[in-house]
């Protein structure tokens, strides 16, 4: 199957600072991207639909500024979490479908970052 | 997005014991996926059932769907302990993988 790939798998950073994920698909093109955040035994909570060459469309609820998403080529999406604080330590996690019209097929994940704010 | 919600919360058998998780949504839907997560780990997809069909089977997964009641299960038979893990149930609405999760079954197949 397809190969998602994300850096970091797991990261520690200062309150305030900011934190880059990569989500990079390896084997193929995806025009689109998603952005899943996951709390301690919880489930996934959309955040974002990451768009290659445009803006990514949010969830309701999820701060723009805060979670900068950028796109710019067919197998790389950034997440940014921007002056980050203890209460965005979480599991992050990206997934790409490699056909990119309607074709109800799987999404591929991923190894998801985890992310712990001090 | 509504998310779904999956029953039980967890999940506790003996090894060789099948293992049903059931999974319930609101809305309409293309197709409804369920993925596997260990601990801290990615999602890796086990199955996608599409809204037309009804029952589908890979190995020792056994999915079925009924789109009247909106609901689905999966069935795990012959369970092992390497199954211990967290079972989410996705639905795709649009059929472009934009994936609303439910809660999650955490499964311990214990040896």
């Known amino acids: 199957g397809a190969v998602v790939s994300q850096h970091p798998s797991r990261v520690i950073c200062k309150s305030g600072t900011s934190v880059k994920i990569e989500c990079r698909s390896l084997d193929f093109q995806a025009t689109t991207m998603f952005w899943y955040r996951q709390f301690p035994k919880q489930s996934l909570m959309l955040m974002a639909t990451s768009n290659e060459g445009s803006k990514a469309t949010y969830e309701q609820g999820v701060e723009k500024d805060k979670f900068l998403i950028n796109h710019a080529s067919l197998t790389l999406s950034t997440l940014t979490v921007t002056s980050a604080h203890p209460e965005d330590s979480s599991f992050y996690i990206c997934?790409?479908?490699?056909?990119?019209?309607?074709?109800?097929?799987?999404?591929?994940f991923g190894q998801g970052t985890r992310l712990t704010v001090v | 997005s509504q998310q779904g919600e999956e029953d039980p919360q967890a999940l506790s058998i003996q090894e060789g014991e099948n293992a049903t998780m059931n999974c319930s949504y609101k809305?309409?839907?293309?197709?409804l996926q369920w993925y596997r997560q260990n601990s801290g780990r990615g999602l890796v997809h086990l199955i996608l059932?599409?809204?037309?069909?009804r029952e589908k089977h890979s190995g020792r997964l056994r999915v079925t769907l009924d789109t009247s009641k909106k609901s689905s299960s999966l069935l795990i038979t012959a369970s092992r302990a390497a199954d211990t893990a967290s079972y989410f149930c996705?639905?795709?609405?649009?059929?472009?993988?934009?994936?609303?999760f439910g809660k999650g079954t955490m499964l311990l197949v214990s040896p």
């Open positions: 809305t309409s839907i293309n197709n």
């Open positions: 059932i599409r809204s037309n069909e």
């Open positions: 996705a639905t795709d609405h649009s059929g472009y993988s934009t994936l609303t």
């Open positions: 997934s790409a479908n490699p056909w990119n019209s309607r074709g109800n097929t799987e999404a591929f």
